[in-house]
């Protein structure tokens, strides 16, 4: 269960690349069945990515979505975990220590 | 014995020790080039089109350079059973896909795995030959790759004569079969012995059978920073053109249209892009017997499915790059590889148009094509300007949804001459713009003391054009043809808003009836 102590890292298994101001998922896998799935990230998605760094909580990634969005706090909650909830399968959680 | 391939402008060197001879298959004859002749001329990409390979022979029209006589790759080929350490991790399992009505399916039957070790990454592929699992050495960081071709030790008695060719019965198209036995782990010089100890001092074997051959030109083109993708490559109107897409899309379908109205085929099923110079160039890959080098400057690269009338939509940055992705063949359990390819993706969008194509299989989609190009539409614009001026009707095929439901993709639009007099709001108009014909409904009029300002909008835009100068309406559109029948009553009768769902809803079906 991810929650706003859970501390992200990217998992090796995606590559994640910025185009211009879009960017890609790209999971590798090791079977052909599973090579259709790439993702495209919207603004707010690439910009959680872009901050999970194996040492920011998810409570610290919304705090910074607050600052950069102008947007509520309940709802830069409701979006980081939305989109962690997404993409968890590229993730790794540990729990915060504090 | 050694032979060279140049394949996409890549020297392949195979060779084999002695008393082992190298004949690979009939598909790769017109890429042998000569190995220790130093002028094998590659011709430049420039200027325009670069002229097929002629392995031997010069053009000495165009431009040409030497090619590099230094391989870019070195296999060598060993007939025996190459063996997968048993550290070795197994990263990738690909099963055989079978071509079915509408698509391809799984079949789940083994046809080719990946395995790596600190050493090396080594692929071992299973043909319709059970006694044969080749595997494709390739150590980290060396452009010295081995190939064992999997044969077991012939006998005397086998009926194995010296001259046979060890040639797996498959052929590029054909379904492989599960491997059934165990991977042989005698080393080369071992079953070399056995051959000369029986009596056999010549052992031809086919050192590139399918579909090794796909995988090591994948490897070798995917760490040089190639890409390699599925799709139809022509030549028309002067202009290289790329048809991607699944299977079922379309693909040959295209091919065979521009092949039978005279146009160069450059491949239609496999070839590599690569980046050179300021361009990218599509090559021809062996992959059918009577195939040959052909390579061509890239202008325009599509995205295609069937569908019920010819509408090309221009792909920019994530979008383009994420489509071409899906397209090309990859194996994505490599991450530098997977970045590698990504970052070509992203430079092929930066230089090369890319559309996403609805097309009707039919000659209309080539001529659709052509009127697109900026020459020939600034030429039917020209052309169309001239009989307007003289007062005479022309027609135009609509490409788009913005006038939607009134004007639909395909629909046959009659111009007539507007004359001296301004356009009504209502009235839908073709203004000349970029060389071509915009065709949007006027909503007002705006009549000042030098100039008259008309003003546009799509019955499914929402959004409203930049004001033209009268002087920029070319004529009226009074009525639109239609699967045969006439339509005159072109009033927009819903909201914009809604047009435009209804218009993105017809695009969607239009894309899924294929």
Not at chain 2, 17 to 26: C, M, Q, S, T, Y
Not at chain 2, 35 to 41: A, N, R, T
Not at chain 2, 493 to 500: A, D, G, K, S
Request: hydrophobic share 40%; with cysteine.
């Amino acid at each position: 269960m991810i929650s706003l102590s859970s501390i992200p890292s990217h998992s090796p298994a995606v590559v994640f690349r910025r185009i211009n101001d879009e960017f890609l998922l790209i999971p590798l896998t090791d079977n052909i069945a599973d090579m259709d799935s790439l993702y495209r990230l919207t603004e707010t998605g690439a910009f959680i990515w872009e901050l999970i760094d194996g040492e920011l909580s998810v409570g610290d990634i919304t705090s910074k979505i607050v600052e950069e969005f102008d947007v509520e706090k309940d709802i830069a909650e409701k979006d980081a975990l939305n989109f962690l909830g997404e993409v968890q399968e590229f993730l790794h959680f540990r729990s915060c220590d504090h | 014995m050694t032979i060279d391939l140049l394949i996409a402008g890549r020297r392949i060197r195979l060779q084999s020790a002695e008393g082992v001879a190298l004949k690979p298959d009939e598909r790769f004859s017109a890429f042998a080039v000569p190995s220790d002749v130093l002028p094998f001329m590659f011709i430049d990409t420039t200027p325009y089109i670069c002229a097929d390979v002629d392995p031997g022979s010069v053009n000495a029209v165009l431009p040409f350079m030497p090619a590099d006589t230094e391989p870019d790759l070195v296999v060598d080929v060993e007939p025996g059973a190459g063996e997968i350490p048993a550290g070795a991790v197994k990263v990738f399992d690909a099963q055989l896909m079978e071509e079915v009505p509408g698509g391809v399916r799984n079949s789940g039957e083994p046809f080719w795995e990946v395995f790596r070790d600190d050493e090396a990454v080594r692929a071992r592929v299973f043909l319709k030959d059970p006694e044969r699992s080749p595997v494709l050495e390739m150590p980290h960081g060396k452009m010295r790759w081995r190939i064992f071709a999997g044969i077991l030790p012939a006998r005397p008695d086998s009926g194995l004569r010296s001259d046979q060719v060890l040639r797996d019965s498959s052929d590029s198209k054909s379904v492989a079969r599960p491997h059934t036995r165990p991977v042989h782990d005698k080393n080369t010089s071992d079953l070399l012995a056995e051959y000369t100890s029986g009596g056999i001092s010549d052992i031809t074997v086919d050192p590139l059978p399918w579909p090794l051959d796909g995988l090591l030109l994948y490897f070798l083109f995917s760490r040089a920073g190639d890409i390699m993708i599925h799709g139809s490559g022509v030549v028309a109107g002067d202009r290289g053109w790329l048809f991607t897409g699944r299977s079922g899309s379309g693909k040959t379908t295209l091919a065979r249209i521009f092949d039978g109205a005279g146009d160069r085929v450059i491949h239609d099923d496999r070839l590599v892009l690569r980046r050179e110079g300021t361009g990218w160039v599509m090559h021809s890959t062996p992959v059918y017997r009577n195939d040959e080098p052909r390579s061509a400057l890239l202008d325009h690269l599509w995205v295609i499915r069937h569908g019920a009338a010819n509408v090309s939509e221009p792909v920019a940055g994530a979008e383009a790059v994420a489509l071409i992705l899906a397209n090309c063949i990859q194996q994505n359990w490599d991450g530098e590889a997977a970045s590698r390819l990504a970052a070509a993706a992203e430079d092929l969008v930066s230089s090369v148009k890319i559309s996403r194509l609805s097309f009707v299989p039919d000659s209309s989609i080539r001529d659709y094509l052509l009127l697109r190009k900026a020459e020939d539409k600034t030429l039917t614009a020209d052309t169309a300007s001239v009989m307007l001026g003289e007062q005479r009707p022309v027609t135009l095929t609509a490409g788009g949804y913005s006038m939607w439901p009134a004007i639909r993709p395909g629909d046959t639009v009659v111009i007539e001459p507007g004359g001296a007099r301004l356009p009504v709001p209502g009235e839908i108009v073709a203004l000349r713009r970029d060389g071509g014909y915009v065709i949007h409904r006027v909503t007002e009029v705006t009549s000042g003391e030098e100039v008259s300002l008309i003003h546009t909008q799509g019955d499914a835009v929402i959004l409203e054009d930049e004001p033209s100068e009268a002087a920029m309406v070319a004529g009226v559109v009074k009525k639109v043809i239609r699967s045969g029948r006439v339509i005159h009553q072109l009033r927009r009768l819903l909201p914009r808003q809604i047009n435009r769902l209804t218009a993105l809803i017809a695009s969607a079906l239009c894309g899924r009836s294929r």
